[in-house]
Structure formats: structure tokens, C-alpha cells
T-cell receptor
């Protein structure tokens, strides 16, 4: 069965520091890969996604993610975190399964930003 | 341009009842996806409708069903409600979020369902 792992339940970073949130998946084929962010004021938003091609994907709000096939990873990065980035981040994958795209979410990483 | 709207925003039902939730996508969007979020199970994908056809689906029992109308509005129905169906139900609209790298999704505020 497909699975998505976000190993960090909670991360705290200082404002202005760099950020990397980890995401690993377990599939043989290359799935579609997504990062979402959920905050109380903004609801759920799609940050970025990878379908094919360039393995470095740019998203909204200054985020980027890099797909590494050899490591089955799709880590989310931001060079300088802002206080407004405090939220919960979800990684998701979609894989062809019997004519459908099966979508699985990770358990999420809560980001706290300190001054 | 109006965003994604979901009605009702809050709902209380009892076990065994059925419920219908509605999602109105952004004008021009043909894809509507539904998600369930609970503290225990996290975010789970229910299904996606595109141009009135179910295009993708998650691992939910047949009690969960949906449909999409010609104006792209979508409804989700849950029959024979169970306590575990208490959740935040989110819908998202897009031109076709799994269609290509340039397509994005826009989420509604959700419907919070409580089953007693």
C-alpha cells in the first residue's frame, strides 16, 4: 500500500531562518507530489506540485520543493521564514491505481515561528 | 471573482441519518474534489468530479457518494451516519488539478459535521 511519511510532527524555527520540511513516500512508480498549507485564517491552500520534468518546483509564498527519485523524497524548503508561515503543512501523493488517481496525505508538520 | 463556497458551514446530525453537503466552485472551474479531515485520520481524499463524472476516488465506503451538476456545483452525500463521520469536509475547485503542473486548486472553508 502506498504511504506518505512526514517524520517531523512539529518544527520550530526563528523568523528569518531557513526551513526544510521532509516528506518521503513509498511507491515504485513516480507519483504526482503535492504540498499543502493549512492555517486558521487562510484555510487549506495548495503550495506547489510536481508532475514531471524539472525536479525543483517553485510554489507560492516563496516556497520550493525538490523531488529526489533516489531518496523517494519531496522536501519543502524556504530560504527565509516569515511569522505568517506558521501553519500546518501536508505532503500528498497521487498515484495511478486501477484507472483512478489514488491520493494519500501525510500526517502533517506543524510549523512554529519564533521572533 | 467569488471563491469556493460550501454550505452549510456547520451541521449536527445523529447516527443513522444521512446528510448532503454542497460545494459551489469558482466560476469556470470544472473540477471539484472532496476531502475529509479528522484529528484521528488526518486529511483524506474522498473523490474528484470533473464535468459531471467521477474521475478519481479514495478509499471510502459506499456510504459516501457524490455528484456534480452541469453548472459544476457538487454535492456530497453520506448515508447511515456513524460517529466516526464527524469531521471537517473540504471541497476544492480547479480547472483540473490533476491535469497538469500549472493547474492549482482553491479550497472552500469547509463544512464541520458533528454526528451524535
Amino acid at each position: 500500500a502506498q504511504s506518505v511519511t512526514q517524520p517531523d510532527i512539529h518544527i520550530t524555527v526563528s523568523e528569518g531562518a531557513s526551513l526544510e520540511l521532509r516528506c518521503n513516500y513509498s511507491y515504485g512508480a513516480t507519483p504526482y507530489l503535492f504540498w499543502y498549507v493549512q492555517s486558521p485564517g487562510q484555510g487549506l491552500q495548495l503550495l506547489l506540485k510536481y508532475f514531471s520534468g524539472d525536479t525543483l518546483v517553485q510554489g507560492i509564498k516563496g516556497f520550493e520543493a525538490e523531488f529526489k527519485r533516489s531518496q523517494s523524497s519531496f522536501n519543502l524548503r524556504k530560504p527565509s521564514v516569515h511569522w505568517s508561515d506558521a501553519a500546518e503543512y501536508f505532503c500528498a501523493v497521487a498515484l495511478d491505481s486501477g484507472g483512478y488517481q489514488k491520493v494519500t496525505f501525510g500526517t502533517g508538520t506543524k510549523l512554529q515561528v519564533i521572533p | 471573482k467569488a471563491g469556493v463556497t460550501q454550505t452549510p458551514r456547520y451541521l449536527i446530525k445523529t447516527r443513522g441519518q444521512q446528510v448532503t453537503l454542497s460545494c459551489s466552485p469558482i466560476s469556470g472551474h470544472r473540477s471539484v474534489s472532496w476531502y475529509q479531515q479528522t484529528p484521528g485520520q488526518g486529511l483524506q481524499f474522498l473523490f474528484e468530479y470533473f464535468s459531471e463524472t467521477q474521475r478519481n476516488k479514495g478509499n471510502f465506503p459506499g456510504r459516501f457518494s457524490g455528484r456534480q451538476f452541469s453548472n459544476s456545483r457538487s454535492e456530497m452525500n453520506v448515508s447511515t451516519l456513524e460517529l466516526g463521520d464527524s469531521a471537517l469536509y473540504l471541497c476544492a475547485s480547479s480547472l483540473g488539478w490533476l491535469a497538469g503542473a500549472q493547474e492549482t486548486q482553491y479550497f472552500g472553508p469547509g463544512t464541520r459535521l458533528l454526528v451524535l
